[in-house]
């Protein structure tokens, strides 16, 4: 019914094993996002942790960094999921056993 039930188990291991290893690697994947023509900009990993955070010494008004902070993380992490999900969809399609009814990552 289901054909080599071993095999497609083994191609489930790998494609497993296959999703772990880019997660690793999106940790290595730097984005960076800024507000305020570069007043304020941030690096993130394509896993989403924020890296580095810097403010111009220009900046002095607190709501003025808080509204730029928002701006440039939420940008970062746009870019961040963009590229996580993208990496994690293809390396789980590269591993996955074909099996019919299953058209998960079309």
Do not use: C, W
Not at 79 to 92: F, G, N, R, V
Request: charged share 30%.
């Amino acid at each position: 019914m289901f054909g080599d039930l071993s095999g497609m188990m083994g191609k489930l291991k790998e494609a497993q094993e296959k999703i772990e290893a880019t997660k690793v690697r999106l940790n290595t994947i730097f984005i960076d996002g800024e507000a305020g023509n570069g007043k304020v900009k941030v690096t993130v990993t394509a896993n989403r942790l924020i890296k580095n955070i810097s403010i111009s010494d220009e900046l002095t008004d607190k709501e003025e960094i808080e509204d730029y902070l928002l701006l440039a993380l939420n940008k970062a992490l746009e870019k961040a999921h963009s590229i996580s999900e993208t990496e994690l969809a293809a390396a789980a399609k590269d591993g996955m056993p074909n099996i019919p009814g299953m058209d998960m990552f079309k």
